[in-house]
């Protein structure tokens, strides 16, 4: 208890420098065992940091802006032309000769919560599949087991789970013997978490014995692999590019070899894929030049001049798409996370739950304080070169975030089931759509069947039935199945 004691009196002094001391206000209500926990996360609290952020970004003015001059990026277009699709081939080349080398490993950000989904549990649990119900991360799973058995080498997985979730994620992975894939590559780590605070820059809490804190952004992704020890991992495996993605796009192309080709045919630190924005009020983030420097500006940050440009074509000049789909250099995240560089913090109002004086939980009706995170795509502005390669959103964008309405199960399954659609026409199948074109029937073709449609249609050599609840899978057997 003693030791117990002197970290208590050493930490509330500590607190009370920085205005903190609110947060032991029901210490003496608390059980030994209470005591030692909420000690453990007050230790780790960095409160020159949350000093430093609430004055930057809640109590001082923004900073005047300089001129500010934004141009669209350098694109890397969809093939149409026949130079066009040589130089996507050299680049394909490039790409499958790095995979086959082994140099290429793979970052995975899971470290969500399906609530939007009105799901308890890792959003990567979620059963996403529309025939097998497969979750993403087993979906995600069978495409990179797919891609070590194509090129006959070892892929490392590195996931980024949170505090509220790594515990399920790392049971979920055991139980299901990893989909497949060699435990000893499968490095799970974990992301920081920052505290939130009031306007005036109090922590709050969320109680008695815990302060609010919240997950400090994806952009946390490249300080958590330095000190999870991944880095580390990764320079020992000879690990020299990742492909990096989020957990909830059902369609990602997963070490693309065309993208890994440009972006390191280009000796590019961080490169990114982009698809056209629908329209200009799409919200999704736009990668553009910015005084100079490849970006993400948010959609609230364009003016409605840049919002509404357009291109003589009648194109949106600033139409380009972030989809948080990037090839970044290891020695470039060792830069980032070893010296002085640092990616920038932002704010976010936001309903925070909080004890009022009385330890009485308060769901707050309207915003009352503010959350810090970091944002990956703020990385990009760092780099010394960058790669800004176009995709087509039918086959490598859809993202599940909603329960229902736009980004839902239902769009997603949708959208798979178009993908496949499409393999099984190919293959001289006769496909049931519906009035808006879309496939009417669900079906599911796994990776470990075919990767892509190229594999497929050199697997089904002969047309068959396609009916309502159509699945190949590995453990089928072809003969058997499309007899």
Not at 91 to 102: D, F, S, Y
Not at 166 to 188: C, H, I, K, M, S
Request: hydrophobic residues 35%; charged residues 30%.
């Amino acid at each position: 208890m003693g030791n117990l004691e002197e970290r208590y009196q050493k930490l509330r002094r500590k607190f009370a420098e920085y205005g903190q001391d609110h947060v032991f206000r029901f210490w003496d209500e608390l059980s030994p065992a209470q005591k030692e926990a909420f000690l453990e996360q007050l230790e780790a609290v960095d409160l020159d940091l949350i000093a430093r952020l609430t004055r930057e970004l809640i109590q001082s003015s923004p900073a005047p802006q300089g001129p500010r001059r934004l141009d669209p990026p350098d694109v890397i277009p969809v093939p149409k032309t026949e130079d066009q699709k040589r130089e996507a081939l050299a680049a394909a080349k490039m790409g499958e000769q790095l995979l086959r080398e082994g140099k290429v490993g793979i970052i995975l950000v899971a470290g969500g919560q399906g609530t939007r989904l009105g799901y308890s549990g890792p959003k990567g649990k979620f059963p996403v599949t529309p025939v097998r119900r497969k979750t993403l991360f087993q979906h995600h799973a069978e495409k990179i087991l797919a891609i070590r058995r194509r090129y006959g080498v070892r892929i490392p997985w590195y996931i980024m789970t949170s505090e509220a979730n790594d515990t399920e994620t790392r049971q979920f992975f055991e139980e299901n013997g990893y989909f497949g894939l060699p435990a000893e590559d499968v490095f799970f780590f974990r992301q920081d978490m920052i505290p939130s605070v009031s306007p005036g820059g109090k922590l709050l809490l969320e109680r008695k014995d815990r302060i609010f804190t919240n997950p400090n952004g994806h952009g946390g992704t490249l300080q958590a692999l330095f000190r999870s020890g991944a880095l580390d991992d990764m320079r020992k495996r000879g690990i020299e590019e990742l492909f990096y993605f989020q957990v909830d796009n059902v369609l990602v192309k997963i070490c693309d070899p065309v993208f890994i080709g440009y972006h390191v045919q280009r000796c590019a630190d961080m490169s990114c894929k982009i698809i056209p924005k629908l329209d200009p009020y799409e919200k999704v983030g736009v990668v553009g030049v910015l005084n100079g420097k490849v970006t993400v500006i948010e959609y609230s940050d364009l003016t409605e001049e840049e919002m509404l440009a357009r291109n003589p074509d009648g194109s949106l000049v600033f139409g380009a798409g972030s989809i948080a789909i990037h090839m970044i250099r290891r020695d470039f995240i060792e830069r980032l996370t070893s010296g002085d560089l640092r990616l920038p913090y932002h704010r976010a109002h936001k309903k925070i739950p909080y004890l009022d004086e009385n330890g009485r939980r308060v769901e707050p009706e309207a915003p009352n304080g503010y959350k810090f995170e970091m944002f990956i795509f703020d990385a990009l502005p760092l780099a010394r070169e960058v790669v800004v390669m176009e995709t087509e959103r039918k086959y490598e964008y859809s993202v599940l975030k909603n329960a229902k309405g736009a980004h839902s199960p239902e769009t997603v399954r949708q959208d798979l089931c178009n993908i496949w659609g499409e393999w099984l026409e190919a293959a001289g199948c006769d496909v049931p759509r519906d009035e808006q074109g879309n496939v009417s029937v669900n079906v599911e073709i796994s990776p470990l069947f075919a990767l892509d449609r190229e594999e497929f249609l050199t697997r089904v050599k002969e047309p068959f039935s396609v009916t309502d609840g159509l699945y190949l899978g590995e453990e089928i057997e072809r003969s058997a199945r499309l007899a």
